[in-house]
């Protein structure tokens, strides 16, 4: 694969914020390495066109959704264990029922951590898109 000379980290952290703006599989984005271009798609936007039809599959690769970067629920478990150990047996009790992460936010709420939470679940999303993006050889600018 054709490597480019940069892209700028903003831009894919913008793309992997849309990617992950929807349930799994329902916006997608493709970084063309040669270029480094961003394509986006989306089928609740109704998006289904990356770019030009010419362009060249070779040089994309797939902008990762939060999932396949494992940041779900053991990222909510590893932040419970530092900052409300005592809740661990509660919040994974939350996580059985529909609606968990909407309780958990609440729960934190009530708790004087959601801030915190954030702060904590966007440091960690920057870590592994930065780490996906040097596995995958791809050099970024800030």
């Known amino acids: 694969m054709v490597k480019m000379a940069g892209v700028s980290f903003s831009d894919i952290e913008n793309a992997f914020l849309f990617v992950g703006?929807?349930?799994?599989?329902i916006n997608s984005a493709y970084?063309?390495?040669?270029?480094?271009?961003?394509?986006?798609?989306s089928e609740m936007a109704g998006?289904?066109?990356?770019?030009?039809?010419?362009?060249?599959?070779?040089?994309m690769i797939e902008i990762p959704h939060?999932?396949?970067?494992?940041l779900g629920q053991s990222l909510v478990f590893e932040f419970v264990e530092v900052n409300l150990p005592n809740a661990c047996d509660r919040v994974r009790?939350?996580?059985r029922r529909k609606g968990a992460y909407s309780h958990f936010k609440e729960f934190l709420l009530s708790n004087d951590l959601l801030e915190?939470?954030?702060?904590?679940?966007?440091?960690?999303?920057q870590k592994a898109?930065?780490?996906?993006?040097e596995e995958n050889q791809i050099p970024v600018s800030d």
């Open 129 to 133: 898109l930065r780490s996906w993006c």
């Open 116 to 125: 915190t939470w954030y702060r904590f679940e966007h440091e960690r999303e």
């Open 47 to 59: 998006i289904t066109d990356p770019g030009d039809e010419n362009a060249d599959w070779d040089h």
């Open 31 to 41: 970084l063309n390495v040669e270029t480094g271009e961003i394509f986006y798609q």
């Open 21 to 25: 703006s929807a349930p799994y599989g």
């Open 66 to 70: 939060k999932k396949d970067l494992e």
């Open 93 to 95: 009790h939350m996580f």
